[in-house]
């Protein structure tokens, strides 16, 4: 084991050209230097097996703030967040179980869409205690038990969060996750996926493009309902890009898009239910032919709704 020795830097005053770090602890703090690993890489899982030393360490402090959140005595191990590589295993409820977590931790502090999201040599975070991870941007307007919030927490990739130790994530936001969270913009057996969601050869650019929707073809007129209930906070009509556009605002940050519209029947501000006829598919904008491009997006970042609507 290795062990850093700490030097006392003292207070008094020191002459001009000398150092108040005596040669011993120079030596001291080349070894800590040379010896010793950043602080963010002794926060690696290196596998999933119960008897790696780390595994064991995390799944012990899981069960330690979990008692002790139960018994409202906040964490007993000060939170820790973990990072975990994901690779063959990339089945989201093994890796959960191997690790002593939850659905609503991990979801909630990786902002996953669904279980089918994990892809080999994601960064996973893994904390130390459960509870649910809000956004920053989120737990300003959305945090009911913002109080109960333990500080703002930062993933080693810049995004900032707020904690709730012991909290579970409400049912319906646990239905997005589940693939449960929004239905079909068209009725079942009219149009067909003519693009997916992820990278494809554009047909208007002829080169590689990332696409960040569905593209479903049918024709002209064709009705297009909301997926989920939400608000209108968009409802254009633009001669580029998406064409006759409608955006709805639903909660947790989702909203849905719909572009390319031959026409729309609702407005700005309007409160509209999942279902409720909202536009007709057309051609305007960027398009080769009549299609609805559908979009989700969660905190303004594309989602691929293939693993979001209900079939």
């Not at 062990?3 to 070894?31: D, K, N």
């Not at 994530?169 to 449960?180: N, S, T, V």
């Not at 633009?238 to 390319?260: A, D, F, M, P, Q």
Request: charged share 15%; hydrophobic share 40%.
């Amino acid at each position: 084991m290795l062990m850093v020795m700490r030097t006392r830097i003292t207070s008094q005053p020191v002459a001009a050209g000398r150092s108040c770090i005596r040669p011993l602890g120079w030596l001291l703090l080349l070894f800590a230097a040379f010896h010793s690993l950043p602080a963010a890489d002794k926060d690696i899982l290196s596998g999933l097996s119960p008897g790696l030393p780390e595994v064991r360490q995390l799944r012990q402090e899981i069960a330690a703030n979990l008692k002790s959140t139960a018994r409202g005595n906040g964490l007993a191990v000060p939170l820790r967040i973990w990072r975990y590589t994901v690779g063959a295993e990339r089945n989201f409820f093994v890796i959960m179980a191997r690790l002593s977590q939850d659905a609503d931790t991990l979801v909630s502090l990786n902002q996953l869409q669904n279980p089918n999201a994990l892809v080999k040599g994601q960064t996973l975070y893994v904390p130390n205690a459960r509870g649910l991870f809000r956004p920053l941007i989120e737990s300003t307007v959305q945090l009911g038990q913002k109080s109960n919030a333990l500080g703002v927490v930062r993933r080693t990739d810049g995004i900032h969060f707020h904690f709730l130790p012991g909290i579970r994530m409400p049912l319906a936001e646990m239905r997005y996750f589940r693939g449960e969270g929004f239905q079909r913009p068209l009725q079942s057996g009219a149009g067909r996926i003519s693009s997916s969601f992820g990278y494809r050869q554009d047909p208007l650019q002829h080169q590689r493009t990332f696409h960040g929707g569905l593209d479903l073809a049918a024709p002209t007129g064709t009705a297009v309902y909301a997926t989920r209930a939400g608000t209108v906070v968009r409802a254009e009509a633009n001669r580029h890009g998406y064409g006759n556009l409608i955006v709805l605002k639903h909660e947790y940050g989702y909203t849905s898009w719909y572009g390319h519209l031959q026409s729309w029947q609702v407005r700005i501000g309007q409160k509209v239910q999942a279902g409720q006829l909202i536009g007709r598919v057309g051609s305007t904008g960027k398009s080769t032919g009549p299609h609805l491009h559908f979009e989700i997006r969660k905190a303004g970042v594309r989602q691929n709704p293939a693993g979001l609507v209900h079939q």
